[in-house]
């Protein structure tokens, strides 16, 4: 985590990749129950089914209602009829503006945690929004854009697969 506590957390997670940010929750949880400031956490978590493998989905809730998390996002790929948001990736986009915002203006620090796929999907939205919110001309400078925050610590991925 940054050493800052104020600093915006965006974690992107998918399965049991989830399972790591749950320390991370707990220390938000501690801090700003010690009365230091923290920043918002905002949460992108995807799975197949609500009913079959939402994991830690009370505990989210409940981070929700402490003020822990300011916005959770699930995604459900498996749901009939089928939801507009799939993926993890499809609910960045749908809330790119936010997520830019944090990024851009509040120097929040990203973490993917999960597949490899999931992972390699994510950061193409990431290449998308730069190139939607001007950052980058192409593709190319959308990836090296990623890569400064790579090499700033400012975007981090734990992934397998």
């Excluded at 197949?48 to 989210?60: F, L, T």
């Excluded at 998390?69 to 809330?95: C, G, M």
Aim: proline residues 5%; aromatic residues 10%; hydrophobic residues 35%.
């Amino acid at each position: 985590m940054p050493a800052n506590p104020e600093t915006p957390l965006i974690m992107i997670a998918a399965g049991t990749g989830l399972s790591p940010f749950r320390g991370f929750l707990q220390e938000r949880a501690f801090q700003k129950k010690n009365g230091q400031n923290v920043g918002p956490c905002v949460l992108y978590f995807g799975c197949r089914h609500p009913e079959q493998d939402h994991i830690y989905s009370d505990e989210m809730e409940e981070y929700v209602k402490s003020g822990v998390i300011v916005h959770h996002h699930v995604a459900f790929s498996r749901t009939d009829p089928p939801s507009a948001q799939k993926y993890v990736q499809h609910a960045l986009l749908a809330h790119a503006a936010e997520v830019w915002s944090l990024m851009a203006d509040q120097n929040a620090a990203i973490y993917v945690c999960g597949s490899g796929s999931m992972s390699n999907d994510v950061r193409s939205t990431f290449q998308v929004m730069a190139k939607s919110f001007g950052v980058a001309q192409n593709d190319q400078e959308a990836e090296d854009y990623l890569k400064k925050l790579d090499s700033s610590k400012s975007y981090l991925a734990d992934v397998w697969g």
